[in-house]
């Protein structure tokens, strides 16, 4: 049999779709589904003694997936892993390479940064072996995730309940989180006011000013009494207009979006969270359906922190804007900087091809693709396009010798990039009317307003990000994950965009933190993503970074068999109420169903009830009549009627925790 097909593997199988359409006949691409060979759920599956050996098993729901790529490696003269080209995708083709090696059929591995014809091209004509640089440091990320989510978990059980988990890099975000709340707790308001009017030179130019300075410092007024009296003081003042100076000024545009940028922007714009904008980007990227065109994929690789973009698309972009929009916005072409933790291994977030247009391409992508694609799209046309240009206008106005206010105008003479990517700050320019220096002002009306200082903000999914990335936690392909984990533990709600720890959240957080303070510390976390970076360059052992972890780790589980009692304790909260049977005051604690009260005497005294049992709704149960409530059983929450268990009606409810 003549073996004359190269079998080419990916992830998936809209990638799968794409990708045939561009290799031809002589190809055959299948998807492996994900992930294929993983450490096994029922154990640790490291070998701590023998230098953190990690035991891989096949995943039993991907058998059959393994049975036909094996099938198809031995029938194909080779076989070319084409997955992600970040770490994980890295580790994904070495798993592959290891399970499909006694094949006949030669491996190796191709790298893309993007779905098109030119790229598959190139890639397919430049195959490499598999970089284990980059496999050992997803490998040390994997086996450092294991050892706190299998060692550190128990640890809550046996404070808590059996189902809850810790995560090293998730517990950090909920850590932040928890920190925040802490914060605006703690905060104090302070009273200030400030000045702020409406002037005039002649009845037709008017125009708003604020006091700027006093004697020539900052004004910094803290009660009404002084408020009134500097407003008294300018009412009496001559007051003339002192200084004008009107220039240019330059807005330039922002980068192409990185994966953290993406998400933020998706979640003000759009109003996606980041699990729903990766998804979305996902598909994008992997291909849609264009009509008679096929499987396209629209955008580059979304898993990145570099902002570098290829000749090829940096030239498109450029003649796209002269064809469409005038030389005049063409962009000069600029650099920028690079972020301090930032890898730089992929090209920014971009359109494939400038030249498809979002609303060419309405009809083929769903509301979602079609929001996501005209953001990416229209912010990498617009990082190419030349700066916005303003007339700005300031005026100073004296009142008196001491007293001295601002008035301004911004308008726009050349929208540049804002052609392409208008935003609510050039929405709210305005000018103002012309006023020479030396004119005398008229107070239209003046007043003192007061203010008090804000708390800082709850973090909303954008800000975390920007937080995470700021501090180095994570990286790019895993700040949706640590959002979206904490939040389905039930460790953090949210409350319209803004994330705040629940109750529970808070509990495990201050457990957590005293007994593992040192390996979910802020700084500890972002060395260990540099280290891991470092495996990836080469300058580093894996099994180093790993026992650099593990070692601070071991010695505080060692020490929770001494604070258990203590630990426990600490996180519950002793009540008002009285034990019916033994009168010591219940403490609140928790389960898998949620918080209930319980004596302290256990287990010598056993009495308990759940918070939520008691928790009556106002409806009457439609088969018996009784007055329903919410009940706890063996399978989670219920409601039931007021004569349960004789009625057997009863409705499950959903509580979200992990």
Not at 299 to 312: F, G, L, P, Q
Not at 481 to 490: A, M, T
Request: proline letters at 4%; a neutral charge; aromatic letters at 8%.
């Amino acid at each position: 049999m003549t073996l004359d097909k190269v079998l080419v593997i990916v992830e998936s199988p809209a990638k799968a779709r794409t990708i045939k359409k561009y290799l031809g006949k002589g190809y055959d691409v299948k998807a492996s589904v994900g992930h294929i060979r993983d450490l096994p759920k029922s154990e640790l599956g490291i070998d701590v003694e023998k230098n953190f050996t990690p035991k891989y098993v096949s995943m039993r729901a991907k058998s059959k997936v393994l049975k036909e790529l094996r099938e198809k490696a031995k029938a194909s003269s080779s076989v070319l892993l084409a997955t992600d080209m970040d770490r994980e995708g890295e580790a994904i083709a070495w798993h592959l390479e290891e399970l499909l090696k006694k094949t006949a059929a030669p491996i190796q591995r191709i790298i893309f940064n993007e779905i098109t014809k030119n790229a598959i091209k190139e890639a397919v004509d430049n195959p490499r072996d598999i970089d284990l640089d980059k496999v050992n440091a997803q490998q040390a990320r994997r086996i450092l995730d294991r050892l706190v989510g299998y060692l550190v978990s128990p640890v809550l059980w046996k404070i808590f309940y059996r189902g809850l988990s810790a995560g090293r890099v998730q517990t950090v975000g909920l850590r932040l989180i928890c920190e925040r709340e802490n914060e605006i707790r703690a905060f104090i308001p302070v009273e200030y006011w400030t000045i702020e009017g409406l002037f005039s030179c002649g009845e037709d130019r008017e125009f708003e000013a604020k006091l700027l300075k006093i004697d020539g410092e900052k004004p910094e007024i803290g009660s009404e009494k002084d408020a009134r009296r500097i407003v008294d003081e300018i009412k009496s003042s001559e007051i003339m207009v002192n200084d004008v100076r009107e220039k240019q000024k330059k807005r330039n545009p922002q980068p192409p979006f990185i994966t953290s940028t993406l998400q933020r922007e998706a979640a003000g714009r759009l109003g996606f969270s980041a699990k729903r904008t990766m998804a979305v980007a996902q598909q994008l990227y992997e291909g849609v359906v264009l009509g008679d065109e096929g499987s396209v994929g629209l955008i580059s690789y979304m898993r990145t922190d570099s902002t570098r973009v290829s000749k090829e698309a940096y030239a498109q972009g450029k003649t796209w804007i002269e064809e469409n929009l005038g030389k005049d916005h063409v962009g000069s072409g600029r650099s920028y900087a690079k972020g301090k933790m930032a890898q730089d291994a992929h090209e920014a977030v971009r359109p494939t091809d400038s030249y498809k247009k979002p609303e060419d391409l309405a009809a083929f992508l769903t509301k979602d693709q079609m929001a996501l694609y005209s953001l990416i799209w229209r912010r990498f046309l617009a990082s190419l396009a030349s700066p916005a240009v303003y007339d700005v206008l300031e005026v100073d106005i004296a009142a008196g010798e001491k007293y001295l206010l601002r008035a301004g105008g911004r308008r726009l003479v050349h929208p540049g990039f804002l052609a392409l990517y208008p935003d609510k700050q050039a929405e709210a320019d305005k000018w103002m009317p012309h006023v020479e220096e030396g004119e005398m002002v008229e107070i239209r009306n003046i007043d003192a307003l007061q203010h008090f200082t804000e708390p800082p903000s709850r973090f909303s999914e954008a800000s975390l990000i920007k937080e995470l990335e700021d501090k180095g936690i994570g990286r790019p392909s895993t700040y949706a994950s640590i959002i979206s984990i904490i939040q389905d533990r039930g460790y953090v709600e949210k409350d319209g965009r803004a994330l705040h720890p629940t109750e529970l959240g808070e509990k495990v957080w201050e457990s957590l933190a005293q007994l593992f303070n040192d390996i979910f510390e802020v700084d500890f976390t972002a060395r260990m993503e540099s280290e891991l970076d470092k495996v990836e360059g080469s300058d580093e052992e894996w099994q180093d970074v790993v026992r650099f972890f593990y070692e601070p780790l071991h010695t505080d589980l060692e020490k929770f068999g001494d604070r258990k009692d203590e630990l426990k304790k600490l996180v519950q909260e002793e009540t008002d109420e009285d034990c019916p049977k033994c009168q010591k005051k219940l403490v609140k604690k928790w389960s898998r169903n949620g918080p209930f009260l319980a004596c302290p005497g256990f287990p010598d005294c056993r009495y308990s009830k759940s918070l939520e049992e008691e928790e009556a709704l106002e409806k009457e149960c439609p088969e018996c009549g009784g007055e329903l409530r919410y009940k706890s059983g063996r399978f989670g929450r219920f409601i039931a009627g007021g004569h349960y268990p004789d009625c057997k009606s009863r409705v499950a409810v959903s509580r979200g925790v992990a």
